[in-house]
């Protein structure tokens, strides 16, 4: 075990050396170092020419589910194991594998939280929100009200945290290491967020909202706000932001802000606050907590990974970055012998724009092939994929996977444009396969 992190840290900090010293190779991986590697992994490696030199597989680089490593799951009723990546505030990762839904079911739903949990409420419907500022008629409003003076829509809608892929970025960054799991794509019922704007008549100097929650601040301080994010004007006139108050049909869970919420999709999910009581229409971005300095802001121009940054020259982060999962097969799974095709499914998503093009490659990046891309529900949902691909042997493979949005930019490499905050990275992601029995299979 010591070696395997040592080999890690290697890796991570000179890829190339790292090959030549733990596995003897320079170039193409064959001979002693090849066999190093197979029995690193514990099966033959049918792609292994195809191996980028100072890549190191994926089965050593990315944990199991089992590993010691990774975080405990959580047991809370009505919520899936999730990975928990901290316990105050609340925040779990999804597994991949439990995304294999069209539209996510609340249990499976990740949990990314700022402050504590309100209490429940005992009559949602007379639960009030206040819209104010740069308004012509200021709103005060029960969810009762709101439910029988607007029209009702439901959309099937992406929600994702604005740090989803930070533990992809190198150096480390702060905060929770999400892989790709702080996602969801639920069907979500309310009223747009702009007929309720223009019942409150937008003055010309309407520009920026802020947001505003009933969730308790971790210190205990009555009065102080956990986190205030806000958005420009533009985008909470979408058709798609919503005021929500139902989750696939069912009422809003109180974990996910019931009983009235935001909808922000696309954008970080830190704008879709929940437990909403405010809606604050500003002439100035708003500068609540989280927002100003290195908060959901990435940097104009590339910084030097790992440099102490204060934000000047950052903007904010608006639209997520295009990504793929895998929803078919976890990480890590086990085959049997004799398998020659793989049956592969999952998601993709681009923010505000749309996918284009799925690829998935099984010999490590060399070779890539197009997978069934289906269009989205609506605007603003996920699109699912799909395909085969065949397998030419047993051994260790690498389902390499990633998604092409609507203007043409794909899944880097590697995560790019690092930030104190991790926030953005997007890399091609990669899930290790054995088929028949490694252990066997390198006797």
Same mark, same amino acid.
């Given at each position: 075990m010591a070696q395997e992190r040592s080999a890690q840290e290697l890796y991570r900090d000179d890829p190339e050396r790292a090959d030549a010293e733990v596995f003897g190779r320079r170039g193409a991986l064959e001979g002693p170092a090849l066999q190093a590697m197979e029995a690193a992994v514990g099966a033959p490696i049918p792609a292994a020419a195809s191996l980028p030199p100072g890549t190191l597989p994926a089965a050593i680089a990315r944990p199991g589910a089992q590993s010691a490593t990774n975080p405990a799951a959580l047991n809370l009723p009505g919520k899936a194991r999730l990975l928990v990546h901290d316990e105050t505030p609340l925040c779990a990762e999804t597994p991949e594998v439990l995304l294999d839904e069209a539209v996510t079911s609340a249990p499976n739903m990740f949990i990314r939280n700022n402050g504590g949990i309100p209490p429940e409420v005992a009559d949602p419907q007379a639960w009030r929100f206040v819209v104010d500022g740069e308004v012509n008629a200021p709103l +005060?409003?029960?969810?009762?009200?709101?439910? +029988?003076r607007f029209p009702v829509v439901t959309r099937q809608l992406q929600l994702e945290c604005g740090g989803n892929g930070r533990a992809f970025h190198q150096p480390a960054a702060r905060g929770n290491p999400w892989g790709n799991g702080a996602i969801s794509n639920g069907a979500w019922t309310g009223v747009r967020l702009r007929d309720v704007l223009q019942a409150a008549g937008l003055k010309p100097s309407a520009r920026f909202t802020g947001h505003y929650g009933a969730d308790p601040h971790l210190s205990g301080e009555a009065g102080k706000v956990s986190i205030a994010r806000g958005m420009r004007i533009e985008k909470a006139l979408d058709e798609d932001t919503l005021l929500a108050f139902a989750l696939n049909g069912a009422p809003l869970?109180?974990?996910?802000?019931?009983?009235?919420?935001?909808?922000?999709?696309? !954008?970080?999910? +830190?704008?879709?606050?929940? !437990? &909403?009581?405010r809606i604050w229409v500003r002439d100035a971005p708003h500068d609540g907590p989280g927002m100003g300095g290195t908060s959901y802001r990435v940097p104009r121009h590339p910084v030097i990974p790992g440099s102490a940054q204060d934000g000047r020259g950052f903007v904010e982060l608006e639209s997520m970055p295009v990504r793929s999962i895998l929803t078919s097969h976890a990480h890590g799974a086990r &085959?049997?012998?004799?398998t020659r095709h793989l049956d592969l499914r999952g998601a993709a998503w681009a923010g505000d724009l749309s996918v284009q093009a799925q690829h998935v490659s099984l010999d490590f990046g060399a070779t890539w092939q197009p997978m069934t891309l289906f269009p989205a529900a609506n605007r603003h949902a996920w699109q699912r994929w799909q395909g085969r691909v065949a397998v030419p042997a047993d051994g260790y493979y690498e389902v390499w996977y990633r998604a092409t949005d609507s203007a043409g930019r794909m899944q880097p490499h590697a995560a790019a444009n690092w930030n104190p905050q991790g926030y953005g990275a997007n890399p091609i992601s990669r899930a290790a396969v054995f088929i028949g029995d490694p252990l066997a299979a390198t006797a």
């Open positions: +005060s409003l029960t969810l009762g009200e709101l439910q +029988s869970p109180r974990l996910h802000g019931a009983p009235l919420r935001l909808v922000v999709p696309g !954008w970080p999910g +830190s704008l879709s606050q929940k !437990w &909403l009581t &085959l049997a012998g004799g």
